[in-house]
Structure formats: C-alpha cells, structure tokens
C-alpha cells in the first residue's frame, strides 16, 4: 500500500503542529516515566552495588564495654559469618571559621588498615596511621561542605580533651551513604560529621584498648536473623548492650529504604498519571482526527479496501506519531533521569553512580503508550467505517438541534448571533465537548499534582519547627543529668529562658509487632515546646501514659487503653509497661511523648533530663557557641534556624528539580491538549466559518466564533480541574507517607494559580496560532467543494 | 465474489444486474423518506446506460445500491447471479475493489497525493490494472500527473476521478454526473473516454446525468422520477460522443 503510506506521510506533515502537540505530549509522559524508572533503578543497582563491593554488614549493636575476646564468642552464634568490633563515640567538632555547633561521630578503622566491614571508600588522601591519635578521614559530605582536603586540621574535643586533628583522607561508607545526626530530619553535612580514627589512637582516647563498644557483623543467608539478635543480645547484656539490629533499623539503611520507596511510589505514580493522561488525549485527538476524514475513508472502501486496510492505515499513522513521542521522550528522559541522579548523588553519598535504563522500561513505555493509542484508533476507525461508504460521502448529518432553556430567556436576545452559534455549538454536541473539558481539565489537574509538593513541605515545616518548637537552640548531655545542670546554662550570657527535656531510646514492643525510636518527656507547661496535631490543636500530656502518633500506633497495631511493652535502650536497660492513653496525628516523626514527671517516675531516675531547649539572645550567640563547646557535660547542640535551613536546601534542590520538570512536562500536556482541541476545532468547523465570511462576517467575528468556544471550554475545564487535581494530591499524598512524613493536601491558592494561568496561557497561544490561520481560510476553496 | 455465471436473459443478451421491486427508505424520525420506490430493471453486459430524471428523484441511490455502497430496505440486486443485497461486507469490498469503477458526483480525491497517486490507489489494490499514466492520458492529463487535487480546476479533477475508476478496468462503470461541473468541449472528452472505455473493454456502464442530451450516445435511457422507473428508451442510432454539444 505504496500510495496509501505516502498519504500518509502527506497527512502526517500536513498536520506537523498537532502532531508536534500530541508528540510532546507522549514526550512528557514517556520522559516522566523514563526518568523516574531508571533514576530508581539505578539508584538501587548503585546502592546493591556499593553495599556489596563495600560490604555492608548485616547486623549492628552498640554496648557500653566488652574486652575484646568476646569476639570470638559471638563467632560462634550460629549463623554468624563474620564480625568486626570497633571503637565508636560522639564528639564535638570546633572548627576555625565556622562558630556554629558540630558534632561528629568517630568511627574506629582496625590497626590492620581498612576495615573488614562496612569498608570506606578513599575518595583523596589515604587510610590512617592507626596509631596517630591526630589523624583522621572525614566523610566527603563533611569534606566538601567546609570544602576541606586532605592535610587541613580542624579540633575536636574527644573524650573531654580538645585535641587537633589533621586530616590525611576522604572517604565513602555504606554504612553513611545518608549521613543524618540521629534524630534529625534531613542529612547536615556542615553540622554533622563522619570521622574515621585508628583503632588504637581512638581506644587509647577512651580508655578502650583490648575492648570494644560496638560491633558489626555479617551472617549467612539461611540463618533467621532474629535468632541471632536474640543471642548476641543475651550475650552482650552484661556488657551494657544496646540491643541489636539489623539493617532494616539502621539509620541510614532505613532513610534509603524510606526514600526509595517514596521514589518507587513516585516512579509508579507520577507516570501512570502523566501516561494516563497522555493516552486519553491521544485517543480524543486520533479519534477526531479520523472522524474529519470520514469521507476520504468512505472512497477508499469505495474503491474496494477492506475496513481492515483502513483500519491498518489510521494504526500506522498513530504509531508513526506514538513512535516519535516515544523516541522523544526515552532520550529526554534518560537525560532528566542522569540529572537527577546526580541531585540525589548530592544527597545519597555513593562513590560513584550507575545509571541503568533496563530494556523492560523501553518496552513497557513503547507497549502503554502504542496500545491506548491503537485502542483509541480502532475505536474511531470501527466507528468510521461502520458506516455504508455511501453514507459516510455525505457530510456528517447535523445534530438535532432543540432549543434550550436558555434560548427562552431574555438574555438569549441580547446575546450576539455569533454568540448563539458558540452557546449551540457547545450544546449540540455533548460528548464532544465534555471530552474536550475533561482534557483540559487533565492538564490542569497535573499541573496541580506536579507542583503541590512544595506547598506539602511548606507546611510540614511551618508546623513542626515553627509552631510547635519555639525553642533557639537545644543542648545534649553526654548522659541524663539533674535538673541543676540546666541552671548552669540559665548563668551563660545570652541564654534566656531554659526547659529541661528527657529522651530516652527505646523499643516499644505490643503483641508481635516492636518499633525501635524515642520517648520524649516534656514539662506540660513548657514555654518552648508545644505538641501539636495536625488540626494545629495543642495536645495536652496527660500526668500518666504515654501519648504516640497514630502512624505509630499503626505501626504497632495499638490503640488507646493497650499496654505497651517499653524496652530501654539505655542505662539498666528496664523493661515497663506503660499505658498508651492517646494518639495524636502529626506530620513529622515517630516519637512516644510522656509528661517528663512520669517519665522520671517510671524510669525511677529522680529528675534527670537529656538536654535543654533554651531561648538566646542573637547578640551572643557565637559567644554561646563557643561556651558549649568547652562544656564536658554537654555532647551537642542545635541551632533551629539552622535545622530548618539545612531541611530547605538539601530537600530543596530536589523539590526545585522535581517540581521543575513536573511542571515542564505538565504544561507542555496542558498545551498539547489546549492546542490539539483549538486545531481539532477548527478542522471540523473550518469550512462553516468560510462560509461564514463569504457571506461577509469579519475576520474578528469567526474568530470570535472558534476562540469563543475554546474559551468556554477552557473555563469550564479549571474548576474540575482543580477537583481532579486535588484528588490525585489526595492519592499521592497518602502513597507517600511513610515513618518520616506525613504529606498534608493543603494546596496554596498561588499552586492553583499556578496551575490555570500554564492551562490559560496555552489556551492564548495556541488561540493566537489558530486565530493566525483562521486569518488565512481559504475562501475559494469553500466555493470549489459541495454545498 | 467467486462464483461468476453468466445469466441468459430471453431477449438473448448477458445481464449483468437484475434488480427486482428495489426500495429504498431514508428514516429521518418523524418523516420517511421513499428514495426508491421498488424498481425493476436490468443491465446488460457491455451496454451504455443513461440514469435520467430530475433532482431528488433517487438516481445516485440507484447507483449507488448497485455499487455496493449503500444497503437497499427491500427487493433485490443480483449481479452475475449473486445476491448483492445478502452479501457480507467481505464481499462487498471485494466487490468493489475487483468489479466496479466509481466515479462520484464529489470528485472524492484525496487531497493529500497527486493526480498520478490517486489513481495509483486503486491500481495497487487491482488485479489487471492500467499504469496510472495511461489512464490519467486517456482523460487528457497525461501532464498533469504530479498535481496535487488543490492545484486543479474542478473539471481536471473530476477527469482524476474517472482515470481512477477506470484504471483498474472494471467490469462495471459507474458515474454519477461525471460531467455536471465540466463545460462542454471537457465534458465530450471525458464522455469520449467513458465511451471508449465502454467500447473496447465492453465494460457495462451507468453514467447518470440530467442532461438529456447526453442521452444520445447510450445503448438505452432509463427515465427515473419519484423513485420509479417511468420508461426505459432504447436508441437505434448511437451517437458518438463529438456528435453531442449542449
Ligand atoms: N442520507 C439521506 N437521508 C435522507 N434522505 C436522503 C438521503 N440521501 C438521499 N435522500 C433523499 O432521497 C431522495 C433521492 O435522492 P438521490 O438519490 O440523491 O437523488 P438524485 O441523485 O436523483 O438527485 C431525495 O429526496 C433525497 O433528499
Ligand atoms: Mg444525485
């Protein structure tokens, strides 16, 4: 079907605008798809790759002091492979030019050089010396973030002594590949460190030569890691054991583990809707492009071709057009998916980054999109064809027209003719123009879901960090401390007002279920620190219970009047029973809250606190700084601004990107569709509107009439599109959520703004094309053709 | 269409269509329109027939049932002892595609290919077809093979058309008022080469018009009015088409 194909080519040219149109559509949803597939792929062969060439070990637990030779009795555990000890401790940082607080963790690396687990990848310089007490390799997040290389120094207080150090080497560890402070949100790689610290230079500084305080081990494959856990924990109990864990709680695993699945749901959601969306408008745009060439369809058959060679044809002209879209859209999409695997490498530590687009991805890209455009296109051609060629020659039959209600009314006279032919146009034709509003209304709705995120963050941190903690800065104890050490800070100038907190590590556990995290004891009537629930009200402690979120009780399967089993994780290491006596829903965080007094109560401690929110006055802040650090008792502090900022910019990068492309792609959608249904409109009315001026309307009044109706359309489709929008924001809201957040559906009027002026200003350009050959109509050619 | 008899008729000629009490009903809703009124009639192998009649009287629904294009409400059409109004849309196409030349009152080119592509249309799909450029030469375009439809006056368009139907030598030839939009000295071209056609290939052909005139050069003038066959004239003397002028 020589002649057939070249027609075509022909059609396919002579329609290159809307085929630009529905191709960039396809390119949109087909680049949205690709980019998050393969971003995820990649990232997780990447990270498979790092924990394997790297070994990642398995298990982990901390201990407060075992002599070495314990070792070789956790050897023995059944099912463990190998196990490596170390040296690990909290420290302070003091570093010249940056006043603000720092806290690191020091991680020991054996004497025999790099370690046998959890290995480091040196990125510059070399492994320690392990026996210079002076040396040390730094984390690359920390490295670059103070732009610091190798043979820079910087201090650090260990154990109580301030002591210089210099640094010999960069290094990568799966162990840190998101480097986060515990308990913080977001990774800080200005204010939180990595430090690596020959074992003996490291023991010797905490009085742990031949002994260890923690410990990391692999096990084989066929053992149940439980039972293992459950051993080394009997072990290691009289050593002050922390109870152990597997990678699942630890903490960077467990980060990337949260983020890859919000990926893996944003991978899964944000294409399907993009896909979705895009198929529908290509089925709308095929189907009425064939219905305006009914009559070369019914020559054709004429002529003696089969509906079947027909059909045939319309199928390769979608696929030709698909085909484009798809081309299009894979190679844009490996290009964005690069991109943002190097914002993620900005935030996942890994050396070095595989990207990976699997075939698979190629074909269900190609079969999606190839099949909703074919399955569109046999429907129209079905339609098409059905009809006796002698039938479909004949121009469409008008629709009946009956008169409205509207044209009973008085305002119908005053409205103009041109006027009454768009109200009728839109009237007469129902289906069509419900499909083209849905359309639109499509558009506008992915534009709300692309960009709705930032309004999510937004909130989620005016929320948690400016409503509900009020405090300046916080101070950790190097170990629960009375009360009165909180007055030792009240006398350091600038400090202001002064709330003691408790904290204490825990597993709770209820029926089978156990969840490792903290519980928070605070004053009820503290100044600084407000609980507060998701409808912005003040939840109140009560004296005695324990208070979770909901996502917690979830998590535990636990409702208000059960009684949790609650592990501590520290000190004697107690194991209570404690009331749950509400829930409370919040964005942020997995913590148990408790009134402080009943939390000293049940821990039998007197009235010891973790640490101090307190207030500051600027003007002496760095003065403050610099006291805390000289402070023995006190292991760290934070500075809220700070915490907030650091939220911003390591999440923002990849909301920026995010957002950004998502509200490319969706308003390149929302054009394609706004421009296919203008151009869809004037094919199908081109020849009345010809008419129209020969009998000598104006150039200004056909216009009117087309532009009009694709107005009306366009305004009708926002609201709904709004609906629809806020409906998909629902779904992704609720699809991301995981331990770490809660998304709140609250969309800002500036995102709906947003989200109708792109719907609105593709509506005006591609009026502006239409209205540009509209101008040009071909007068003559209307005379040439029949009637 | 496999099965191809040959029917003897007892006035001793080949017939080509039999159409027996045809009628055709357009349902508008509240009216009924009786395009066709139940018509007999029959074709005979290699004649040249006229459909005359005025406006509105059912000639293109006549043709076009005989075509294949459009289905009758009642009666008959059996062509070469086939059932054409039993016949399933398969062999309908096949039908069309081997038996039937089409040229329409709307020109129905395809805008998108030239006068040479046009015609090529049908001739790849044919089973013993003419080059395209033979046939665009047989209606007097053999210059104008890479034109696209735009670039031609109504009348050259219309000899497209016929170039198209006839390229594939059909057995049959149908055309609603192939000449209505040609002048006269067009109009005897195109005529001419319906003619020859007809002479040479005896390929059966309807040729509907409402220019008595044209009437002249047929082997019979079926009269229709009213969706009714009101008299079939047969000519002693045909003349040829360079004798016709209107
Ligand atoms: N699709 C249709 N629907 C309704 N009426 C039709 C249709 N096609 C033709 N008619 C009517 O059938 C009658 C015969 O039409 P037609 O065969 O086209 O006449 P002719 O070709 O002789 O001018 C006319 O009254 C016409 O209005
Ligand atoms: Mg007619």
């Known amino acids: 079907m020589k002649e057939l194909d070249r027609k075509l080519f022909r059609d396919l040219w002579k329609m290159k605008g809307q085929v630009l149109a529905i191709a960039l559509v396809i390119v949109s949803g087909v680049s949205a798809f690709v980019m998050l597939i393969s971003t995820m ?39 463990v492979d190998q196990v490596e000890t170390r040296v690990v401790a909290d420290v302070k940082l003091d570093i010249e030019d940056f006043p603000e607080p720092v806290t690191a963790r020091i991680v020991s690396v054996p004497d025999t050089g790099n370690p046998l687990l959890n290995r480091l990848y040196i990125r510059k310089g070399r492994i320690v010396d392990p026996f210079k007490d002076n040396e040390v390799v730094v984390s690359e997040g920390f490295a670059e973030a103070h732009g610091f290389s190798p043979g820079d120094t910087f201090a650090a207080v260990i154990n109580g002594k301030w002591k210089k150090l210099t640094i010999v080497g960069i290094a990568l560890s799966p162990e840190f590949i998101i480097q986060s402070r515990p308990g913080a949100l977001s990774p800080d790689y200005k204010r939180y460190a990595i430090l690596w610290m020959g074992r003996d230079a490291l023991g010797t500084a905490y009085d742990m030569k031949g002994a260890f305080n923690d410990i990391s081990l692999t096990i084989s494959p066929d053992v149940n890691a439980n039972d293992v856990l459950a051993q080394l924990d009997n072990l290691l109990e009289r050593y002050g054991g922390l109870g152990s864990y597997t990678r699942e709680n630890q903490i960077s695993h467990r980060f990337l583990t949260e983020e890859f699945r919000q990926l893996q749901r944003s991978s899964e959601i944000f294409p399907a809707i993009f896909i979705a969306v895009a198929a529908f408008l290509l089925n709308v745009v095929v189907s009425r492009t064939i219905s305006t060439q009914r009559e070369q369809i019914a020559a054709l058959k004429a002529f003696g071709y089969s509906n079947l060679d027909v059909g045939i044809h319309y199928i390769k002209m979608v696929i030709a057009v698909v085909l484009i879209g798809v081309a299009g859209g894979i190679a844009l999409g490996v290009w964005l998916g690069k991109g943002l ?56 039959p008008p629709a009946l027209y009956r008169k409205m209600f509207i044209e009973r009314t008085v305002l119908w006279r005053l409205l103009s003719h041109p006027t009454h032919i768009i109200i009728r146009n839109i009237t007469r034709r129902p289906a069509k123009s419900f499909l083209s509003v849905t359309g639109i209304a499509l558009a506008c709705a992915i534009m709300l879901a692309a960009t709705f995120s930032s309004d999510a963050v937004d909130i989620m941190v005016n929320v948690q960090f400016k409503l509900s903690q009020k ?67 003040t939840v109140h402690l009560p004296p005695e219970g324990l208070v979770l979120t909901d996502y917690l009780g979830d998590i535990l399967g636990i409702r208000p009047g059960d009684i949790l089993t609650v592990e501590v994780l520290e000190g004697s290491r107690p194991v209570l029973h404690v009331p ?15 009134d402080i007094a009943a939390l000293n109560r049940i821990m039998r401690e007197g009235d010891a606190i973790s640490g101090t929110y307190f207030t500051v006055d600027s003007l002496y802040q760095t003065e403050i700084y610099r006291k805390l650090v000289d402070m023995p008792g006190v292991s760290g502090a934070i500075v809220r601004k700070d915490e907030i900022k650091n939220f911003y910019e390591t999440q923002a990068e990849f909301f920026l990107f995010f957002t950004f492309v998502a509200s490319i792609l969706a308003g390149t959608i929302a054009f394609g569709v706004v421009y296919n249904t203008a151009r869809i409109a004037l094919a199908e009315r081109g020849h009345e509107l010809a008419s129209l001026r020969v009998l000598g309307y104006t150039r200004a009044e056909i216009s009117y009439i087309l532009l009009g109706e694709l107005g009306m359309l366009t305004i009708s489709a926002i609201p709904l599109g709004f609906l629809i929008g806020r409906g998909i924001c629902a779904y992704i809201a609720r699809a991301l959520g995981s331990d770490l957040f809660r998304i709140p559906v609250v969309l800002e009027p500036a995102t709906y703004s947003l989200a109708a002026a792109v719907v609105v200003a593709s509506a005006c350009l591609s009026g502006l094309i239409v209205r540009h050959r509209l101008d040009r109509l071909d007068l003559v050619a209307v005379l040439k053709i029949k009637e | 269409m496999a099965e191809e008899k040959s029917v003897q008729s007892e006035n001793g000629k080949n017939t080509v269509f039999k159409v027996k009490s045809l009628t055709k009903v357009y349902d508008m809703g509240e009216v009924k329109v009786h395009a066709l009124r139940g018509v007999d009639l029959e074709l005979y192998s290699g004649e040249l027939v006229v459909l005359l009649g005025p406006s509105g009287s059912g000639k293109s629904t006549l043709l076009n049932i005989l075509g294949g294009l459009d289905t009758a409400t009642d009666g008959q059409v059996i062509y070469r002892g086939k059932d054409l109004t039993r016949a399933t849309e398969q062999e309908l196409t096949e039908y069309r ?19 040479r592509e046009n015609v090529g249309v049908v001739t790849e799909i044919a089973k013993r077809p003419m080059k395209p450029e033979d046939a665009l030469s047989i209606v007097g375009l053999g210059d104008r093979l890479d034109h696209f439809p735009a670039q031609l006056s109504g009348g050259e368009q219309q000899r497209i058309a016929i170039a198209r139907a006839i390229a594939k030598n059909p057995e049959v030839l149908l055309c609603d008022e192939p000449t209505g939009a040609l002048d006269s000295a067009t109009g005897i071209v195109v005529l001419e080469a319906l003619e020859q056609v007809n002479r040479k290939l005896g390929t059966t052909t309807v040729i509907i018009t409402h220019n008595a005139d044209i009437a002249g050069m047929a082997d019979r003038v079926v009269h229709l009015s009213s969706g009714l066959i009101s008299e079939i004239i047969s000519n002693t003397v045909k003349k040829s088409p360079w004798e016709l002028h209107w």
């Open chain 1, 41 to 79: 792929n990649s990232l997780n062969l990447t990270r498979d790759r790092f924990y394997k060439d790297y070994r990642f070990a398995e298990v982990f637990a901390s201990l407060k002091r075992a002599p070495e030779n314990i070792k070789d009795r956790i050897s023995d555990i059944p099912g």
């Open chain 1, 341 to 396: 695997g190097m914002i993620y490498m900005e935030f996942y530590r890994f050396p070095y980054f595989i990207y990976e687009l699997r075939p698979s991805v190629v074909i269900i890209v190609m079969f999606i999109t190839i099949a909703s455009a074919v399955a569109g296109t046999l429907y129209s051609v079905r339609k098409a064809v059905k009809l006796s060629p002698a039938e479909a020659m004949r121009p469409e």
């Open chain 1, 471 to 537: 405090e300046d800065m916080t101070a950790t104890f190097v170990e629960p401390t009375s009360r009165r050490a909180a007055n030792e800070l009240k006398g350091i100038r600038g400090i202001e007002h002064v709330e003691g907190f408790r904290s204490v590590p825990v597993r709770l556990s209820f029926m089978n279920r156990s969840y490792r995290t903290s519980i928070d004891g605070v004053n009820p009537d503290n100044k600084l620190r407000f609980l507060l629930d998701t409808n912005l009200e």
């Open chain 1, 580 to 594: 749950v006596v509400g829930l409370v829903k919040q964005y942020i965080g997995l913590s148990g809250y408790m």
């Open chain 2, 97 to 115: 595609r081997f038996h039937v030349g089409f040229v329409f009152q709307f020109y129905n080119l395809i805008p998108s290919l030239t006068a």
